[in-house]
């Protein structure tokens, strides 16, 4: 551990001294040298630290994935393993924070009204990253919200496909290159459409042998692995559920 400065006394804290410190257990002389030494200060702050990562380690250790834990908010779980992530939330504020944090983006940009006279909105994609290697998106019809996290874009300047309905790009960010295009068909039967995604692997996954896609509806889940061209495709997807549909992608390791 680099400490930089001297300590005040001859007889600087020890360690034990410190981790009493950092426990509410330290005595009033402990207490009051570490008020007046910068130095001891110093390597307090830094056991602090060394003590929060570890913590948030071994908390990961017993965590539920990712997909869990959307499963989890859509209520898409059998009765014991809710019951079991409903305990383990209670306990672990890493994953009160995840789940906070998909829940604000999936039910946080209410959508306006849109006026009887008004054209017909079309179908339109936000996503997010969450972090480096979990990208998650949203269906909704209507008009943009006011604040977009990140925004699908159309693609324009070709010539529509047969039966092609939608087709919208993810374009790469600031904090991943991960490029992928939408494209939604419709079917024989019009209730239905195939929603068909190719989905470039980020050159910041370098351990990642393909790309796992996950589409959440109203009370089921389909997951894929893209194939040898980068598609997956999900068929038989009912039309009406379009704007209710979430979407996640994330490495599958080689």
């Excluded at 699908?152 to 790469?172: A, C, H, M, N, Q």
């Amino acid at each position: 551990m680099l400490v930089t400065q001297t300590c005040i006394s001859d007889a600087p804290l020890t360690d034990e001294d410190l981790m009493a410190c950092l426990a509410g257990e330290a005595d009033e002389e402990v207490t009051e040298h570490l008020n007046k030494c910068p130095a001891c200060a110093e390597r307090a702050r830094e056991y602090a630290t060394m003590q929060s990562v570890l913590k948030r380690a071994l908390y990961r250790l017993h965590c539920p994935d990712s997909r869990q834990i959307g499963e989890y908010y859509l209520d898409l779980l059998p009765a014991e393993q809710r019951e079991t992530i409903q305990a383990h939330l209670a306990q672990c504020p890493h994953c009160a924070e995840e789940l906070a944090g998909l829940a604000k983006f999936l039910d946080d940009s209410p959508l306006p009204v849109e006026e009887a006279s008004s054209p017909r909105p079309g179908l339109q994609i936000l996503w997010e990253v969450f972090d480096a290697r979990r990208v998650v998106g949203r269906f909704f019809a209507g008009r943009m919200p006011s604040a977009p996290r990140l925004a699908s874009i159309p693609v324009k300047g070709r010539e529509r496909e047969k039966d092609e309905l939608y087709r919208f790009s993810i374009t790469p960010d600031e904090q991943t290159d991960i490029d992928a295009e939408f494209v939604i068909y419709r079917q024989e039967d019009p209730a239905f459409v195939s929603i068909h995604i190719q989905a470039t692997i980020p050159a910041v996954w370098p351990q990642a042998a393909a790309l796992q896609v996950t589409l959440t509806g109203r009370d089921w889940m389909l997951s894929q692995t893209t194939d040898e061209d980068e598609w997956v495709i999900f068929p038989d997807i009912r039309r009406e559920e379009l704007p209710s549909i979430s979407f996640e992608i994330t490495p599958v390791a080689s």
